[in-house]
C-alpha cells in the first residue's frame, strides 16, 4: 500500500548509482524524491469527462484516503519459519535492485527506504545470514561507508538480542557509546539515516543519547528512558513491531513455535510490557508507528495492516490518531511530508468501507478497490491470482486475454471424460452451497456466503487447453476433479485458510486464500447472475500458489542452498522442558529432597542416566538434592553445528547452574567421572568458594571375569581401529546373541539385530 514501506535488514540495494537526491536527515525534516515521483498535472474534470480515452470509475459512498505505510518489514524473508531464516534466494535479491527505480517513478512499486544487512558485533548476530559483522568504531565506520557507496538508504544497528534465536536474550546488550556515537557520527556525514535493534532498556536509552533516528521495538525501556526520549521526540521515532509480539506468543504454533515455548523463553511477558510502555509513549506524544516485523511465516507480507488494529485494540490509540499514524506518522518517517499522507491526486486509495467505523476493513484485501502511486493506478486486478495469471498467459495455452489484469472472472465447468495422460495439477479449496441460489448478492462481511469448504485438486490437460484454445475440454475429463470426503462448515473455518500440495511427500504448492483476489462471494455472485446454483454443487477457488508442476521444474532446476539449523530441536520435542542457562537450553533434573546439593558432571558421551544407578544405590535422595545436567550435545541438551565447545564453555554452564535463581547454590559437592572431571577441576579453580567437596569417580571394576573382562577390551580395540563391520565384531555379536531358532524361522530378527550394531 501507498506510500511506502521501511525495508529492514534487507540488501536492498544494487550496487548501481542511486536515484534519490541528497537529503535531510531528522525526522521532520523535508526530502525530495525527485521530479518523477511528483503528482502528474491533472486536467480540469469537465475536460477529462469529455477525452474518450479516460476511464471514469463511480465509487460514492466509499472512502478516498492517503496511502498507507509500514516502518518494519523484511522484503526478502519469504514468509518462512525460523529454519529458512536468512536463505534468501537469488530471485529476492534481484527483485530488491528495483528500490531505486521504483522511488525514482521509473517502474511501478511501492516507495520504500532501504537498510543492508544488519550490522552486529562478531558473536552478537541475531541470523548470520542476514548480518554484515563490525567491531570498533573503526571497521563500523568502514562497514557504513560501503553501504554508502551501494546506495542504501538506512544504516541498521543491532544493538539488542532475540529470545526466539535461543541464544540470545532480549535482555542482551552490544555496542559501546564509542561505537554507537562513531556509526551515528558515520551515517550522518554520509545523509544516510541510523536505526536501530533495541529491546533493552540502556540501549534504548544509548539511542536517544548519541541520535539513533529510528528505534525499533524499545519494549523494556524504564522511566529514565521515557523521560530522556520524550525531551528529545522531536528527532526519534519508535517503531515497535506489535504484531510481531501478538503472533509470536498466539498464533506461531502451526509453525512449530508453540505458546509455551513463547511463554517459556519470555515473550509473553515482553508482550506485556510492550503494551504498557507504548500506552505511555502515546500519552507522552512520541511518535510512535506501525510496522509488525512483516516476512515470517506468522507475519506474513500482505497483511501490513493487522498492526494498525493492533493499535486501536492494544495501546489505545483513537482510530483517528491511528490514521494518522500510518499515513502523515509515516510521511514524516520518509521526509515527505510535503507530498505522502496526503489526499490529493495520484497519491490515495479508495477503500470499500469507513476505516473510522471499522479499522478491520484495511485488512481485507478485496476492500481496496483502488492503489494510486504517482497518478498511476496499481491495484491489482488479475484473473486470480497475479502469479497465477502471469505464468498462464505467458504458456501459449490461452489465447483469451493478453494481459496481466483481466476485469473479469474467467468461469468453467467440470465434465466427466478421460482422455489425456499429461496433466497439471493444483490444490485449491471448494466452496459447497447448501441452498440455491439465482442473482444471489453477497453481503457477508468475510464472503463466504455460508455453505462449507472441502480440498479439491484441479487437474488440467494442457495440450488439450493448448489446441482447442478455451478451458472447458482441458479441465471437465473424467476424474478431473478428485475432492475430500469432508465439507467443513463456514461457520468453523478460520477466515485464512492454508493450502498445500504435496507429491510423495515433497511439498509441491503452499499458500494461503488471503492470496485471493476475489472472494467465494463474489464468485458465487457472479456465477448466480446468469446460472442457478443448485445445492450440494461446489465452487472451487482459484490457486493460492500457481500451478503445481510449473513449481517442480522451479524446484528442480535450481539446487536448494543449505542451512545450519540454529538447533538440533528434534531431540527435545522443540526445547519444552528444557531450561536456559547462558542463553543455552540445558537438560536439569533434581533427584532428592534433601538440604545438602550434590551436582554431577557427566563424562564424554554420557547422560545424566550415569549417575542415576549410583544415587538409587547409595540412597543419596534421602539425606542430598541431587542435580544433574546433559552437557552440550549430550542427552537431551541442544547444541548447533557452527556451536565450539570448548574447556571454558564447559565449565561456564556449571557456573550458570550454580547461580540461577532456581538453584542459587552456595556450596555443593562435585560428583564427576572422566571428562566431567576435568570440568570439575577447573571449576574448583575458578569458583573455590562454591566447591564443599570433589569426588573424582574413575573407572569401575568390571563386572564380568578376568578372561571376559579382557576379551571385551580387545574386541573394543578392534572396533576403535577398523569399525564394527570390518572388525567382524558385529557378525560374531549378532551371531552369539540369535539363537539358532530364530535363526531358522525369523530371519528378520538377525538382520535386525545386526542393523543395530551397525547404526
Given amino acids: 500500500m501507498a506510500p511506502g514501506i521501511l525495508v529492514n535488514g534487507d540488501s536492498g540495494v544494487n550496487g548501481i548509482k542511486s536515484h534519490s537526491s541528497k537529503r535531510n536527515l531528522n525526522p521532520q525534516d523535508d526530502l525530495r524524491f525527485g521530479l518523477k515521483l511528483k503528482p502528474r498535472t ?76 544488519e550490522m552486529a558485533v562478531r558473536k552478537g548476530e541475531l541470523a548470520a545470514g542476514i548480518t554484515v559483522f563490525a567491531d570498533g568504531p573503526l571497521e563500523m565506520r568502514e562497514v ?45 556525514r554520509l545523509d544516510l539515516r541510523l536505526c536501530s535493534h533495541a529491546r533493552v532498556r540502556d540501549r534504548v536509552k544509548m539511542c536517544v543519547k548519541h541520535g539513533v533516528d529510528v528505534v525499533y521495538h524499545a519494549n523494556y525501556i524504564d522511566e529514565k528512558g521515557m523521560d530522556t526520549l520524550e525531551k528529545n521526540k522531536h528527532k526519534h521515532v519508535v517503531a515497535p513491531g506489535i504484531n510481531w509480539l501478538w503472533a509470536t506468543v498466539y498464533e506461531a504454533a502451526p509453525f512449530r513455535y508453540s505458546f509455551e515455548n513463547a511463554e517459556a523463553v519470555g515473550y509473553m511477558k515482553e508482550l506485556q510490557i510492550a503494551i504498557r510502555a507504548l500506552k505511555e509513549m502515546h500519552h507522552r506524544g512520541i511518535t510512535v508507528l506501525s510496522g509488525g516485523n512483516y516476512g515470517f511465516a506468522w507475519t506474513p ?27 502523515a506518522g509515516v510521511a514524516k518517517l520518509f521526509m515527505e511530508e510535503d507530498e505522502l499522507g496526503k489526499v490529493r491526486e495520484g497519491y490515495v486509495i479508495l477503500v470499500d468501507g469507513d476505516p473510522l467505523k471499522d479499522i478491520a476493513v484495511l485488512q481485507e484485501h478485496d476492500k481496496l478497490n483502488m492503489i494510486t502511486i504517482n497518478g498511476r493506478i496499481h491495484k491489482a486486478l488479475h484473473r486470480d491470482l497475479p502469479r497465477h495469471q502471469k505464468e498462464f498467459n505467458k504458456s501459449g495455452y490461452d489465447a483469451s486475454d493478453k494481459v496481466d489484469k483481466p476485469s473479469h472472472q474467467v468461469i468453467f465447468a467440470k465434465r466427466r471424460t478421460n482422455f489425456t495422460q499429461s496433466l497439471d495439477y493444483e490444490g485449491k479449496i471448494g466452496s459447497r452451497h447448501w441452498q440455491s441460489r439465482l442473482r444471489h448478492r453477497r453481503k457477508e462481511r468475510n464472503g463466504s456466503c455460508g455453505g462449507a469448504y472441502k480440498i479439491i485438486n484441479d487437474v488440467t490437460a494442457r495440450e488439450k487447453q493448448r489446441d482447442y484454445k478455451q478451458f472447458y475440454i482441458a479441465k471437465s475429463a473424467d476424474t478431473f476433479c478428485p475432492m475430500g470426503r469432508i465439507a467443513v462448515p463456514a461457520s ?25 483476489i476475489f472472494s467465494v462471494g463474489s464468485l458465487i455472485k457472479t456465477l448466480s447472475e446468469s446460472t442457478t446454483l443448485q445445492p450440494g454443487g461446489v465452487l472451487a477457488t482459484g490457486t493460492p500458489a500457481g500451478v503445481g508442476l510449473f513449481e517442480v521444474s522451479i524446484i528442480e532446476s535450481v539446487s536448494e542452498a543449505s542451512s545450519i539449523p540454529m538447533y538440533n530441536l528434534d531431540i527435545s520435542c522443540d526445547g519444552i522442558g528444557l531450561a536456559k542457562i547462558n542463553y543455552k537450553l540445558i537438560n536439569i533434573q533434581e533427584v532428592g529432597s534433601g538440604t545438602e546439593p550434590i551436582v554431577y558432571v557427566h563424562g564424554l558421551g554420557g547422560t545424566i542416566e550415569f549417575h542415576r544407578p549410583l544415587i538409587s544405590a547409595a540412597g543419596l535422595s534421602e539425606f542430598h538434592i541431587s542435580i544433574l545436567y546433559d552437557l552440550e550435545g549430550h542427552g537431551l541438551t541442544l547444541t548447533k553445528a557452527s556451536s565450539v565447545v570448548t574447556m571454558d564453555s564447559l565449565v561456564s554452564y556449571l557456573a550458570g547452574i550454580s547461580a540461577s535463581p532456581k538453584y542459587n547454590i552456595k556450596s555443593a559437592t562435585l560428583m564427576s567421572p572422566s571428562l566431567g572431571g576435568l ?31 579382557e576379551a571385551t577390551l580387545k574386541r573394543a580395540a578392534a572396533v576403535c581401529a577398523s569399525g564394527m563391520q570390518a572388525s567382524g565384531v558385529a557378525e560374531a555379536v549378532s551371531n552369539a546373541a540369535t539363537s539358532e531358532t530364530s535363526k531358522k524361522l525369523n530371519p528378520l530378527a538377525l538382520s535386525a539385530v545386526r542393523a543395530s550394531l551397525l547404526s
Fill in 42 to 117: 491533472v486536467a480540469k474534470v469537465d475536460e477529462l469527462q469529455k477525452n474518450q480515452r479516460v476511464r471514469i470509475t463511480e465509487r460514492r459512498g466509499r472512502t478516498l484516503m492517503s496511502g498507507l505505510g509500514d516502518a518494519h518489514t523484511h522484503f526478502t524473508w519469504n514468509n518462512s519459519a525460523l529454519d529458512k531464516l536468512g536463505d534468501v534466494g537469488v530471485e529476492e535479491h534481484t527483485l530488491m535492485t528495483a528500490k531505486d527505480y521504483i522511488n525514482a517513478g521509473d517502474i511501478p512499486g511501492p516507495r520504500y527506504l532501504a537498510n543492508g544487512k
Fill in 679 to 709: 570440568i570439575a577441576l577447573n571449576f574448583a579453580l575458578a569458583h573455590p568458594s562454591l566447591v564443599k567437596k570433589l569426588i573424582l569417580i574413575g573407572p569401575g571394576p568390571s563386572p564380568l571375569p578376568a578372561a571376559a573382562s
Fill in 144 to 188: 557504513i561507508r560501503h553501504h554508502a557507496k551501494i546506495g542504501v538508504d538506512q544504516i541498521k544497528l543491532s544493538m539488542s538480542g532475540e529470545e526466539i534465536t535461543y541464544s540470545k536474550s532480549a535482555q542482551d546488550s552490544y555496542y559501546t557509546d564509542e561505537e554507537t556515537a562513531a556509526c551515528v557520527d558515520e551515517a550522518h
Fill in 301 to 327: 507480507h500482505g497483511t501490513y495492516a493487522r498492526d494498525i488494529e493492533h493499535f486501536v485494540k492494544l495501546l489505545d490509540f483513537t482510530l483517528m490518531e491511528l490514521i494518522i499514524a500510518a499515513l
Fill in 492 to 516: 468453523q473455518v478460520p477466515k485464512v485458510l492454508r493450502v498445500q500440495t504435496h507429491v510423495n511427500v515433497q511439498k509441491r504448492q503452499d499458500g494461503t486464500t488471503e492470496d485471493l
